[in-house]
């Protein structure tokens, strides 16, 4: 670990600094991430497939292409070569950790990154997260090491579920009927995945939080050393955000539940009051990650929380990079566009601290 450090301050060193590229995989949140690049003064470059390069460039948010037919090929040495070249910064995201996942970004990818990446493992390991967000002070629901402990109603979650896919609701009632607990429920999972049982990853046994959901966005700038309050979305959920339109009798006939399968997201403002929390939340969480991992949390970050009908926010999951929820407010929101005084959203603001680092000669700062 400690010499692809070294080895990437010295690839910084060496980058014409006139010339940098900000490169993403086209997914995921590429279009914020590029245009916001572009509205900085930098040259952009996506990479992926040909059909995924065809739709970004359609947007003309790309500069420059590089196609891959699989995205792991960017491990290969000739391909980091070629981006190494074009003194590309790379910019995480949901994609880029599910594609190349965390173990090579920390020890195989040899380009400079914006953000940390030591970080990611804490946003992929549920024990990770939870040590981090615990001791942070963050609220998150009770987990349940089997479903035998079951006493209230749980969501029961695998990990490899891209984007909450197959994900699902249980009631002690439910349980109480079914002789053997695990049995029942990994026969669901295989239903719904299509997946056989034997091929199922381990489970994880959530407390199921009634509320709203809340997706907060943060910024941790290093160079201003502050935790900034970026916004909020929820996500848009097939079919649990749908459900309502069903009579609840009709429910009961057809046996429906509710899945979980991210089709998109919506902004959403808060009630002032909750405000003092969110941002106290956000100071100790951005505090807590420079102890678990230098240089800390850098650029975007994302708490993903219910909040419950007395206004308690608790937290499931947290994300150590840009999330795909801040495709909403592209150019901006109600409380970036005060905070800034002017619009402001998650890509252009990652491309913004990129140029305020190499104004002031840091971009070791922010980059890993
Ligand atoms: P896609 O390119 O849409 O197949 O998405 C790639 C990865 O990003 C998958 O793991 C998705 O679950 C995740 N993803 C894409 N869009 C969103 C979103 N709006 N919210 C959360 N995750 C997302
Ligand atoms: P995740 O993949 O963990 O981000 O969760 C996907 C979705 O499942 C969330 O957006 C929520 O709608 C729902 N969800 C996750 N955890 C909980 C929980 N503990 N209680 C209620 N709903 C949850």
């Known amino acids: 670990m400690g010499d692809l450090r070294a080895e990437i301050r010295d690839i910084i060193y060496d980058y014409d600094e006139d010339r940098i590229t900000i490169a993403t995989i086209g997914s995921h949140s590429a279009l914020n991430i590029l245009r916001g690049a572009q509205e900085e003064g930098f040259r952009t470059l996506v990479i992926g497939t040909k059909d995924r390069i065809k739709m970004y460039q359609r947007f003309g948010v790309v500069d420059l ?24 910064i790379l910019i995480p995201h949901g994609s880029f950790v599910a594609y190349l996942g965390t173990d090579a970004i920390q020890h195989e990818l040899k380009i400079p990154m914006f953000g940390n990446r030591y970080l990611l493992p804490y946003e992929s390991d549920r024990k990770l997260s939870a040590d981090w967000l615990k001791t942070a002070g963050v609220e998150m629901p009770r987990t349940f090491e089997s479903l035998d402990d079951v006493d209230r109603p749980v969501i029961v979650k695998f990990d490899g579920a891209g984007g909450g896919r197959g994900y ?53 700038s290093p160079l201003k050393e502050e935790t900034e309050f970026m916004g909020v979305d929820r996500r848009y959920e097939s079919s ?115 140029k305020n680092a190499l104004r002031d000669g840091m971009l070791g700062e922010i980059l890993t």
């Open 65 to 88: 292409e590089y196609t891959l037919n699989n995205m792991k090929d960017m491990l290969d040495p000739k391909v980091q070569d070629d981006l190494k070249e074009l003194n590309v």
């Open 168 to 220: 699902f609701m249980l009631s002690e009632e439910e349980l109480q009927k079914v002789e053997n607990r695990t049995d029942y429920v990994l026969q669901k999972i295989s239903k719904a995945t299509g997946k056989k049982i034997k091929e199922l990853p381990p489970l994880f046994i959530q407390e199921y939080i009634f509320g709203v959901p809340a997706y907060l966005h943060y910024f941790y």
């Open 240 to 354: 649990v955000d749908n459900l309502g339109r069903i009579p609840a009798s009709k429910q009961l006939e057809t046996n429906i539940s509710p899945t979980y399968t991210v089709v998109g997201n919506i902004p959403i403002v808060l009630r002032e009051s909750l405000i003092p929390k969110v941002l106290e939340m956000g100071d100790n969480i951005s505090k807590r990650a420079y102890e678990l991992a230098e240089p800390g949390i850098v650029g975007p970050y994302c708490l993903e929380t219910m909040i419950t009908e007395d206004l308690r926010i608790i937290a499931f999951e947290i994300s150590a990079r840009i999330v795909a929820g801040t495709n909403v407010w592209i150019p901006s929101n109600p409380y970036a566009y005060i905070y800034y005084k002017e619009p402001m959203y998650a890509g252009k603001r990652i491309a913004r601290e990129i």
